[in-house]
């Protein structure tokens, strides 16, 4: 199988994304955990909390 097959392959992109997605998880819950946060951490978070969201979506478009 050819590396352009694989990247292509629905089931290694879907196991991509959730591994992504469980580890943006895991780094806003750390910051959440948190009693308060700087300015450049609050802007991570919120960073975190869109790429969290886009891969969320992006897993709902593959898996249906």
């Known amino acids: ?3 352009s097959q694989r990247r ?12 992504r997605h469980k580890e943006l998880k895991e780094r ?3 910051y959440e955990a948190r ?3 700087t ?3 609050q802007t991570e978070l ?3 909390k869109k790429e969290k969201l886009a891969t969320k979506d992006e897993l709902s ?3 249906g």
């Open 1 to 3: 199988m050819s590396r």
């Open 8 to 19: 292509s392959d629905p089931a290694i992109t879907i196991d991509r994304l959730q591994r």
């Open 28 to 30: 806003v819950a750390e």
């Open 35 to 37: 009693l308060s946060l």
């Open 39 to 41: 300015p450049p951490e």
């Open 46 to 48: 919120s960073q975190l």
């Open 61 to 63: 478009r593959i898996d």
